[in-house]
Nanobody, 119 residues
Framework: QVQLVESGGGLVQAGGSLRLSCAAS????????MGWYRQAPGKQRELVATLTNSDNTNYADSVKGRFTISRDNAKNTVYLQMNNLNPEDTAVYYC?????????????WGQGTQVTVSL
């Protein structure tokens, strides 16, 4: 099992920045990739950014050039640096860890952290 705890959400004005953190614990050696997803009211959860163990990154088109995903292996923590935020970034942000075996894929989720961007 993998436990994920997010922090760093809050209220920020448009154009501002926030950094989200996700601390992982448990069977972290089994994790293949980690990432961030978000869900706005009335919308489906969507991918924001992912980072694999081989340091490959993937970003949603809407956040490219503004958001950066990174990790600190010593702290078992993944970060999402969000710059130049706009109201469309308002959502609950969820940390995700994924474990892939030869015949299955397992997803683990944090509890979510609210990000609100005001005009």
């Amino acid at each position: 099992q993998v436990q994920l705890v997010e922090s760093g959400g809050g209220l920020v004005q448009a154009g501002g920045s926030l950094r989200l953190s996700c601390a992982a614990s448990g069977s972290i050696s089994s994790i293949n990739s980690m990432g961030w997803y978000r869900q706005a009211p009335g919308k489906q959860r969507e991918l924001v950014a992912t980072l694999t163990n081989s340091d490959n990154t993937n970003y949603a088109d809407s956040v490219k050039g503004r958001f950066t995903i990174s990790r600190d292996n010593a702290k078992n923590t993944v970060y999402l640096q969000m710059n130049n935020l706009n109201p469309e970034d308002t959502a609950v942000y969820y940390c995700n860890a994924q474990r892939v075996t030869w015949n299955a894929k397992y997803d683990y989720w944090g509890q979510g952290t609210q990000v609100t961007v005001s005009l």
